[in-house]
């Protein structure tokens, strides 16, 4: 867990970076393994969701169509090779019902 921000501005001479004095609270956006693994996972990352203009706006109006998000919309075409329709109602209300469990 990381402390709150102080109220006070920091000194002149204050970059403003996490604090040094106490290392087992801070705890950087890639955890405590070490760095490569996060870049190494957002590059996939990004590989994976990025796709061609027409694909990507054509996936956008698929997901808002059966009401999930661009995001929930690819990773099930990426894990299960399925391009969900209003037909697949259950899978898509499973799909909705992790969200709110995630969020």
Request: glycine content about 8%.
């Amino acid at each position: 867990m990381t402390k709150p921000l102080p109220s006070a501005p920091a000194p002149h001479n204050h970059n403003g970076g996490p604090p040094l004095d106490d290392p087992d609270e801070y705890v950087p956006p890639w955890g405590r393994n070490g760095i490569g693994r996060y870049f190494e996972w957002a590059a996939a990352k990004k590989r994976a969701f990025d796709a061609p203009m027409d694909i990507a706006k054509l996936r956008a109006r698929r997901a808002a169509m059966i009401g999930l998000t661009y995001e929930e919309y690819t990773l099930e075409i990426l894990e299960r090779g399925r391009y969900l329709n209003a037909g697949d109602s259950q899978r898509i209300a499973e799909i909705i019902a992790r969200r709110a469990v995630r969020y």
